[in-house]
């Protein structure tokens, strides 16, 4: 299974901006597809899920603002992100489990290389 990540950018803060993952090399209905992000100096940190089930998850902090949505004619996942912070400002990276569900990172097998998103104040 191979992801790409895309759609990172500059974006003043309360703007919103959408990132997509395309999936390949695997049966898309079979895996969750899951966001991380790494802000400057911080650890690693579970954004978001949403399983092979569709079911969806969100971290506290994004709770309400991100939206994870898939398209299966596409075989993309999207991360859809509104009312930005400067604490956003991360590397986000999106991740592969087969019929798995976790906010731990190392239940994932596959990773995109990371997009990086930056939210001006």
């Known amino acids: 299974v191979q992801l790409q990540a895309s759609g990172g950018g500059l974006v003043q803060d309360g703007k919103s901006l959408t990132l997509s993952c395309q999936f390949s090399g695997g049966d898309f209905r079979t895996y969750s597809i899951a966001w991380f992000r790494q802000g400057p100096g911080k650890v690693r940190e579970f954004v978001g899920y949403?399983?092979?089930?569709?079911?969806?998850y969100y971290s506290e902090s994004v709770r309400g603002r991100f939206t994870i949505s898939r398209e299966y004619a596409k075989l993309t996942v999207f991360l859809q992100m509104n009312d930005l912070n400067p604490g956003d400002t991360a590397v986000y990276y999106c991740a592969a489990a087969l019929r798995t569900i976790s906010v731990h990172g190392r239940f994932y097998t596959a990773w995109g290389q990371g997009t990086l998103v930056t939210v001006s104040s």
């Open positions: 949403i399983a092979w089930s569709g079911s969806k």
